[in-house]
């Protein structure tokens, strides 16, 4: 457990008044505010510090007991001592009675404050300031999770089974989902303020690229070396897709970055498991190095008939 | 298409103890659509979190009404400028 410094996360010293104090957080909130930072999760964090230490700072008796016993976070076995033995409300007899979650109504409950403060202030409840304000259900907090797969992982839908806390859930990843791209799984979220619905679960997948083709959306694209000689005369080449080798006509006469497309060889797309974008292809013409000497003379003679 | 779901406004705030002039402001700004039937007025459950995050930059951050607007139209234009910077990113891979 780490001592925290809420007048630093708050940028203030301790002479701080109520209003600096005031001023502080709400300027920074401003900027935190995960509704305000979506997907942001240094602000979120951040956002979450800020909050603490509000609630500690902007209680004048919170206060007081932080700056008596705050620095002395070390000796937190004896404080956790006397808060037993005064039973759970912590420190003398508890801040505030019933959890009412009053005023900022943010998707944010105690669990989430830091150890520092659960030892410092118990788990018996606090009331968030604000007076008038109303105390509102809201919908718990939305989770975040990141899922790693290959390019080649996502040709067919897929089931796959993750564990989020104590709880496994079973899911269907559909062919073709796009790197970045954030699925929801409703009501596997944190749970909801004052009796409001769970909250949900995002998923964000990152699809790591295990080809040689370059994906957008749906379409790959890759380069194929061809020869000189098939691209002068034209000839076959094989080339790899993602389901196998295939075989390509290449035409006579056929120039160096020409692009050629293979129907539906892309990846299948998102959610329209029965369609495929395409296939690109670049050629890239090889000239033959390291000539002898009979192939110099027959280049040469061919350069002399245009 | 998804089956809509619609809810009584004077339900929905009394279940999640929000103000009945604070969701009638959204209405008046333009910033939650509604549906009138019968002189009762509804909201899509889809906008239900839209509310809340309202509701909540309005309280935790004292953000009124003309805020919430213009707030609401950056985020906006946020998320599609994002949107456009990842698909940048992505074409630009394909010449790297």
Same mark, same amino acid.
């Given at each position: 457990m780490e001592f925290i410094d809420y007048y630093k996360v708050l940028g203030l010293d301790k002479n701080a008044t109520a209003a600096d104090i005031k001023k502080a957080y709400r300027k920074l909130a401003r900027k935190l505010h995960p509704d305000l930072n979506p997907n942001d999760k240094t602000a979120q964090q951040k956002f979450q510090q800020i909050n603490e230490a509000n609630e500690v700072l902007s209680d004048p008796e919170k206060r007081k007991k932080y700056d008596q016993y705050g620095k002395d976070w070390q000796h937190a076995d004896a404080f956790e001592e006397a808060k037993r033995q005064q039973g759970s409300q912590g420190f +003398? +007899?508890? &801040? %505030? %009675? $019933?959890r009412t979650y009053s005023g900022g109504g943010k998707a944010f409950d105690e669990s989430q404050f830091s150890d520092f403060f659960e030892s410092m202030f118990g788990g018996g409840g606090f009331s968030r300031g604000g007076g008038s304000r109303q105390t509102a259900q809201f919908k718990g907090q939305d989770l975040n999770a990141t899922l790693r797969l290959n390019l080649t992982d996502i040709l067919k839908s897929q089931k796959q089974t993750i564990s989020i806390g104590d709880k496994k859930i079973r899911l269907t990843i559909p062919a073709g989902v796009e790197d970045g791209q954030t699925i929801k799984i409703k009501g596997y979220g944190g749970e909801g303020m004052n009796g409001g619905p769970k909250g949900d679960l995002l998923i964000t997948f990152e699809i790591f690229n295990n080809t040689r083709f370059k994906r957008l959306e749906s #379409? /790959?694209? !890759? !380069?194929?070396?061809v020869s000189i000689y098939t691209a002068l005369l034209g000839g076959e080449i094989t080339v790899e897709t993602l389901t196998g080798k295939v075989k390509l006509n290449v035409r006579p006469e056929t120039q160096n970055d020409t692009k050629v497309k293979l129907k539906g060889k892309g990846l299948p797309k998102y959610k329209k498991e029965d $369609?495929? %974008? #395409? /296939? &690109?292809i670049t050629y890239k013409i090889v000239l033959p190095k390291n000539l002898s000497e009979k192939e110099k003379e027959l280049f040469t003679e061919l350069s002399k008939l245009r | 298409m998804a089956k809509e779901k619609y809810i009584l406004v004077s339900h929905y705030c009394k279940h999640a103890h929000i103000d009945d002039s604070f969701v009638q402001n959204l209405f008046e700004y333009g910033l939650v659509p509604f549906e009138e039937k019968e002189n009762d007025v509804f909201i899509d459950e889809k906008d239900i979190s839209e509310i809340e995050r309202m509701f909540r930059l309005h309280n935790d951050l004292g953000i009124n009404f003309e805020g919430l607007d213009a707030l609401k139209q950056m985020l906006k234009r946020m998320q599609k400028l994002e949107r456009e910077m990842n698909l940048l990113q992505k074409r630009l891979r394909l010449y790297e």
């Open positions: +003398g +007899g508890g &801040f %505030g %009675g $019933q #379409d /790959l694209y !890759s !380069s194929e070396e $369609q495929h %974008g #395409d /296939l &690109f | -």
